[in-house]
């Protein structure tokens, strides 16, 4: 996970998005370069939407389970054909899980004790949440003492603050609604199509080597 989130920095995460318009919208956000998808399995588009990705795609798009709170979860999600699991916050039973399967795990944290407890479970990358909220400041304060923390910052992401976060020492973001939010009666797929080429130069432009 580590490698393709450095090679690729942004994750996009679809929430809310009926399943019948998945596979779409992840066709457009491949057109604009995407390679690392979550689908969340927080409402009843996630496991239907993440099968209906997963039929539709080969192995140049890398689809992950987000929100996998729970064993039976992830179970479900491997199921159903994800390469990756991400959680909110520390789950043990679904770190192990990923371990034993041999699957890719962004562990969600908050304070360094659980940092780096993450990493000491498996979790190459860890998921900073909610960064947004958080703040840049908390973010540097982190790499005070933990320079090398491989974080994605998740939550509250969007073009106006990305660049901000990356140069600040991010190794990418999840980004969800910005890519998201649309009427789904009517989607406007080449919007969310361009505001993901956008996201893309500017991590392109922004982002520190690590």
């Known amino acids: 996970m580590l490698e393709l989130v450095v090679k690729h920095r942004i994750?996009?995460?679809l929430r809310g998005v009926p399943a019948r318009h998945a596979p779409r919208l992840a066709e457009h956000l491949y057109r604009a370069g995407i390679r690392l998808l979550e689908v969340s399995l927080s409402d009843e588009h996630g496991l239907p939407g993440l099968?209906?990705?997963?039929?539709?795609?080969?192995?140049?798009?890398?689809?992950?389970?987000?929100?996998?709170?729970?064993?039976?979860?992830?179970?479900?999600?491997?199921?159903?054909?994800?390469?990756?699991l991400l959680?909110?916050?520390?789950?043990?039973?679904?770190?192990?899980?990923?371990?034993?399967?041999?699957?890719?795990?962004?562990?969600?944290?908050t304070t360094p004790t659980e940092l780096q407890q993450?990493?000491?479970?498996?979790?190459?990358v860890v998921k900073l949440f909610p960064a947004?909220?958080?703040?840049?400041?908390?973010?540097?304060?982190?790499?005070?003492?933990?320079?090398?923390?491989?974080?994605?910052?998740v939550g509250g992401i969007d073009q106006h603050n990305l660049g901000a976060f990356l140069q600040a020492g991010a190794i990418g973001a999840g980004i969800g609604s910005y890519l998201t939010r649309t009427d789904w009666d009517a989607p406007d797929f080449a919007l969310l199509?361009?505001?993901?080429?956008?996201?893309?130069?500017t991590a392109a432009q922004s982002a520190r080597p690590y």
Do not use: M, N, W
Request: net charge negative; glycine share 14%; proline share 6%.
């Open 11 to 13: 994750v996009a995460i």
């Open 51 to 84: 099968q209906a990705i997963r039929g539709a795609f080969g192995d140049d798009l890398h689809v992950g389970a987000g929100t996998v709170v729970t064993l039976d979860r992830a179970r479900q999600a491997q199921a159903a054909g994800a390469e990756f």
């Open 87 to 109: 959680t909110p916050h520390l789950v043990p039973p679904v770190h192990a899980f990923a371990r034993e399967q041999g699957l890719g795990l962004i562990a969600g944290a």
């Open 118 to 124: 993450a990493l000491s479970e498996g979790s190459r």
């Open 132 to 153: 947004g909220d958080l703040g840049l400041g908390y973010l540097k304060s982190l790499f005070g003492p933990y320079p090398d923390l491989p974080l994605l910052v």
């Open 193 to 201: 199509e361009t505001r993901a080429r956008e996201l893309l130069v």
